[in-house]
Structures are given as structure tokens and as C-alpha cells.
């Protein structure tokens, strides 16, 4: 038995037909981790869909009325990049609801992990690249509501930069005193990349991504790590582990939610990086190794993973249930 949760519903799956977004990854996921041993099926729990009102503490009202009553412009729906239906409204909703039961088992096992989620480019008042909700900030919003937490971090290792994620937390400041200086370059990784460093709020944003990708136009999260084309695992690994160290010598979260996207692997299609599959898992065993160290709660939501061949990016995803059980598990 594993010691903490995987959030899990075969209704994760997204009714999208043949698409670049392999719909079935969360299924075989689910199905590899079983057959393999790593988990048993008592370690999965079945989440509820989010409600109206937890979607709405991110999402503006017309927004999600759009999608209720599927209202969507030709170009909203454009823009969405999946064809809108109704099923695709309660996927997403439950997906939400799954990364809000995985941040709450967080606080109860030190980790757990949503087989799913990770829909960070969706925007307030609209979804964009194969995102339609942003159920990472619906989990953190409803926590802070219910008061079980002030302060969060995301800390997103998809090859696309969280532009959502970065858009909803932007200027949500709270009264703190002032922050130390974040300008020691010497701590900066030798090699090509730069990071650049800018606000403090509630919700503490760090995204390690390829600059040369998707989304053109970045809005600037607390710590955004522009990576130049093909870079592979040493340097990746040097630049979070600087991110990491540099967002938690200003910020001090009750909450990490790593979002472990597959696509920094070098056979991504969508994706422009040079990670080797245990290059990503060293990247999760960093993450988890840190969050531990520091007893920091952590969420994990899967995002991206678009291999050319499936079994890869199911491969990267169940890795990171591997890498959190050694870690924690220790
Ligand atoms: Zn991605």
C-alpha cells in the first residue's frame, strides 16, 4: 500500500476524438500502476465534481455560463483547441474536483496525487490550449476559502508556460514584509537559460518551461524560467533546483502544487526540450526531496504528455508515483 492517495476516475477521460491529447493516458496510467505493483487499488480514491461555486472562486460568472449552457464563440471554442460538449464541461469539473480532493489528502499524507489535472492554461474568463478550467487554482482557492490555507505555490515543470496559472495569481498581494533580494546571480546555473524573478502574492508561481513554445504571450509569474531549445537533463535539473531554492528563500508556503507535465521528454511532440525519462523522474524525486525536506504539503497534477508514442508519456506519469514513493515512503 502506498503511503498516500491517487485521485482517480475513468471519467477523467476526455471526450475529444482523435487528437494530440492522448484522452486515455489517465485510464492506462491508472491500469500500469496497478499492474506493475506500484499501487494497489486501495490507494485510489474516487473524487466528486467540483461545484459551480468552487469553479467560480477562479472563473468569472459569465465564463462558466458560457460553458454550462455551451454559449462559446466559434473562436472561444477555437481557442479552447478540444471540440466543446457537455461531457467536456463535467470532465473538466471533475478534474477540478480531483485536484481539490488530492490538495486535501496533501495535508493528510505529506503528498498525494491527482492521476489527471493540470490544466494550466485556462484563464479566468476563458480556456485556451486543451484547457477549459484551471482546476490547480479552483484546488488552492477552495482551500483558502475554507481557511485550511494562506499560502500556496504551484510549481509547474510543463515544457508550455503556466499563462493561466501566472494570469489568475497575478496581484493577489497580501500584507507581508518586504522580501529579500532575489538578485544574487551567483546562484544562477552556469549555461544557457534566464530566469527572471518578479512579484509576491497569496499564491506563489514558478514555471520552468521552453521560451521558443507555446504560449506566445507569457504573463509573468513569480519565477519564470525561459529555456532555451533542446536543453537536456543536468542543466533542467540545475535551473529548478535553483528555481526551488530561490522561491523558497522569499516565499513560504503551506501548500506546493507540482504540476508534473510530461512533455519537457525529448520526444514530445509538442515540446522542444531534451529530457530523458529518468531525466523527468530526477526531476520529480527533486521536487518531492524538497517539499519533504521542508514538510511542505505537495499536490501533483499530471498536465501535459504528448509523446509519440503513448506508452512513453504513461511511462513519465507513473514514474512520478514511483519517484513520490520512494521519497516519501522513506
Ligand atoms: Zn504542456
Redesign the pocket.
Known sequence: MLPFKLVYSDDYYLPIGAHVFPAEKYRRTRDRLLATAVAEASDFVTPRPASDQDVLLVHTPQYVHKLKTGTLSAREELELEIPYSPELVRAFWLAAGGSILAAEYAFENRVAINIGGGFHHAFPDHGEGFCMIHDVAVAIRRLQHDGKITRAMTVDC???QGNGTAAIFAGTHIATGPLPSTSSSALIPAGPGRSRSTHSADVFTISLHQENNYPAWKPPSSIDVDLPDGIGDDDYLAWLDNALSSGLRQFDPELICYVA?A?PYREDQ??GLSLTIEGLKRRDQLVFRVAHARDIPVMVTF??GYARRVQDTVTIHCNTVIAAKEIFAA
Request: charged share 20%.
Open positions: 510543463d515544457v508550455h507535465g512533455d509538442l515540446g498536465a501535459g
